[in-house]
C-alpha cells in the first residue's frame, strides 16, 4: 500500500505515493478508458448503436487506506462513464460500468492469495465465464432498459 502522507511535508514513510505513481496509476486507470471511450464513439456514432463497458473495482465507490492512486483513477472512470452514457445514449451508443466486488479465479489469485482461492469450491471467488455473461447481456440490452451501473460479487463477499 501507498500513503499519501503530509502533502505538505518532506517527513513521510518510506512508501509515499509520489506525484508520478499517482499519476501514472491515473493515467491507466482513467485517462486510458477516455482515450479508448473515444476512439469507440468514433466508430459507433455514424452507425447508431453500440456498447462500451468499462471495469471498475470496490475503489470505484469508495477510497481505502493505501489505495488513493487505484482510488482516484477508478472514481474517474466512474464519472467518465456515467458522463459518456448520458452524452452518447441518446445517440444510441449504451455505455455501462461495472463494478467488480471481490476475487476473480485466475492464476494470479491461485498463487498470491490461495487462501481466498480456496473459496472457489464454494463459489465464493467471481468465474470469468461468468462475468463475461453478463457483459454479453449487458451488450444485448434494449434501449428501454439499458444498465447504466452495476456491481458483480460472488455471494458470500461481504458489502
Known amino acids: 500500500t501507498r500513503s499519501l502522507c503530509d502533502w505538505s511535508s518532506d517527513v513521510c514513510s518510506s512508501d509515499l505515493t509520489t506525484s508520478r505513481v499517482y499519476y501514472k496509476v491515473w493515467e491507466m486507470g482513467c485517462f486510458a478508458g477516455f482515450l479508448t471511450g473515444r476512439e469507440a ?13 468499462f471495469t471498475g473495482a470496490t475503489a470505484s465507490m469508495r477510497g481505502a487506506s493505501g489505495f488513493a492512486a487505484f482510488s482516484g483513477a477508478k472514481f474517474g472512470l466512474r464519472s467518465l462513464a456515467q458522463s459518456m452514457a448520458r452524452e452518447f445514449g441518446p445517440l444510441g451508443i449504451h455505455v455501462a460500468h461495472v463494478i467488480i466486488d471481490g476475487a476473480i479465479d485466475t492464476e494470479w489469485i491461485e498463487e498470491l492469495f490461495p487462501e481466498t482461492y480456496a473459496k472457489k469450491k464454494d463459489d465464493g471467488i467471481l468465474n470469468p465465464e461468468e462475468i463475461a455473461e453478463v457483459y454479453w447481456q449487458l451488450h444485448l440490452q434494449k434501449r428501454s432498459a439499458w444498465t447504466q451501473e452495476m456491481d458483480l460479487r460472488p455471494w458470500m463477499e461481504t458489502f
Open 41 to 53: 464513439v468514433r466508430f459507433m456514432k455514424p452507425r447508431g448503436r453500440g456498447t462500451i463497458l
